[in-house]
C-alpha cells in the first residue's frame, strides 16, 4: 500500500471511531434520562452515556490553536465556493429613483438630498471640463469619477467630517463632499503656487490636512496599511472617530491590501474598507481579476463585518456607510463595504477604453447613472424639474470654468520648495542635483514661471 492510500486507510478508520462515537451518544438512553445527546457535535456534549463507556469525549474535540471554532467532521466536503450562493447586493432605490422599502428610507432632507444631488452633478461637470483640459494640453493628466459619483457622496455624506479619509485617486467627490473647493481642484491640478502639494505631485493626487484626507499615493494600495495605522491610533486616543479607506478591485490584489485587512482585523481597528468594485482595473475586467464572489467574499476570512452594497444606489451607500461607521466606534472593529458600480470613463487620460469593451456595455451603464438615479427620486419627490436641472448644469459649468480661468494663470510653486520637506539637512547627491538644475533653469528661464527661481534668486 503506497503512502498515500494508507494515510487515507487510516483517515477512514478514525473516521469511523468517531462516527460510533456520535452514533452511541445520539442513542436516548432510557437508563440515562438526563442525556444531552441531542445530536451536538461531540465537543458540546458532557455525555454521561460516554464517560460510564469509558470514553473521554472531550479527546475529541478538535483542539487547534489555529481554529478555536472548527468542530470535527466525518463528511470529506469541500468547500467550493462555486456551491455557495452570491453575496447579495443591499439596495434601497430601484432604477427609477423610488423607494422599495419605507423602513430602508433614509429619510434624509430635502436640502441634504439637494445637496447631495448637486455635489454629483458638479463632480461630473468638473470631470468633463478637466478631461478636455488634459486633452488640449493645458494639464498633464485626469482621471474622471463618471459613474461612482453615487458611491462618494453617499459614503462621504454619512461619516463625520472628522473622520480620517484615505483613498486611492478615484474619490474626488469625497473631497467635494468635505468642502474641498473647486479652486482647491485647480491649484492642485495645475500645479501652482497654491496646490497644497507644492507642486511635487502629478494631478489627481489630492490631498488636504484641512479635510483630514491623506494625499493619494500613486503606488496602489499603500494607502491600505497606512488606513489601518491611523484607526488604531484613533482608537487609542480614545477620539470616538474612525477611519475610511476606499480602494479599487484591483487594488485589492496587492500584497498591501491583505497586510491592511489582517491587522484591521487582528488589532480591532475602527476603519471602514469601503472597496469600489467598478468591474475594471485599467483594462483588466473583473472577471480576469479574481475567481471569488468579488472583493466582498474575502471579508469573512480575515474576520470582519462585510457587506456589498449597490454603489449606484446613493441612498443604500449612505446607509451602509453610516452603519458601518457606528460599527466601528463603538464596537472597535473594522468593516468591509463592496460597493458594486461601474467605471463609466477611460481609466484615465492615458487610456482608451474602447480598445477593451463595447460602447453598448459602456452605454448601459451611462443610461443607469446614480446621478439618474437620484435625480428621479428628486423629480418624484416634487423637489426639482427640468428647469432647475438645466440652470443648474448652466451654474455648475461657470462656476468650474471660472476656478480653471483663475488656477491656469497662477505662477509655480518655488523651485526653493521642490526638495525640502523629506530630510532635516539636505543629501549630498540632494545639493548636486540641485546645482544641476539650477544651471538648467537659468539658461531657460522662460520655461519656468514660478514664484521664485531660487531663495537667493528673488
Ligand atoms: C503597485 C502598483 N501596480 C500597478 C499600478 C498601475 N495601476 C494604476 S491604476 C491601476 C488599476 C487599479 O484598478 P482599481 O484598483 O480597480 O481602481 P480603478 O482604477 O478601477 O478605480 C493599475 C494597475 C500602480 N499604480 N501601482
Ligand atoms: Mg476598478
Known sequence: MGGKAASMAVARGSAAIFQGLRH????????????????????????QYASTQGLDLEEERPQFPGSTKAEFTLNMDFHLPE????????????????????????????????EMYRKMVMLSTMDGILYNAQRQGRISFYMTNYGEEGTHIGSAAALDP?????GQYREAGVFLWRGYTLDDFMNQCFSNDLDYNKGRAFPVNFGSKEHNFATYSSPLATQMPHAAGAAYALKRAGTGLCVVCYFGDGAASEGDAHAAFNFAATLDCPVIFFCRNNGYAISTPTTEQYRGDGIASRGSGYGMATIRVDGNDTFAVYNVTKAAR????????????????????????????????????????RGNSPITRLQRYLINQGWWDTEQEADYREAAKQQVM????VGEVRKK?????????????????????????LHHIRQNKEQYPTTDIFTEEK
Open 413 to 437: 510653486p518655488p523651485l526653493s520648495d521642490l526638495l525640502t520637506d523629506v530630510y532635516d539637512t539636505m543629501e549630498p547627491h540632494l545639493v548636486k542635483q540641485t546645482q544641476h538644475m
Open 326 to 365: 457606528e460599527m466601528c466606534v463603538t464596537e472597535n472593529r473594522p468593516v468591509l463595504i463592496e460597493a458594486m458600480t461601474y467605471r463609466i470613463g477611460d481609466h484615465s487620460t492615458s487610456d482608451d477604453s474602447s480598445a477593451y469593451r463595447t460602447h453598448d456595455e459602456v452605454n448601459h451603464y
Open 402 to 405: 471660472e476656478a480653471f480661468r
Open 162 to 166: 472628522q473622520d480620517m479619509a484615505f
Open 24 to 47: 452511541v451518544c445520539n442513542k436516548n438512553s432510557p437508563k440515562f434520562p438526563s442525556l444531552a445527546c441531542t445530536g451536538l457535535p461531540l465537543r458540546h456534549q458532557k455525555c
Open 83 to 114: 456551491g455557495a450562493p452570491g453575496i447579495p447586493v443591499y439596495r434601497v432605490m430601484d432604477g427609477e429613483g423610488r423607494i422599495l422599502k419605507s423602513s430602508e428610507d433614509p429619510q434624509l432632507s430635502k436640502d441634504t438630498v439637494l
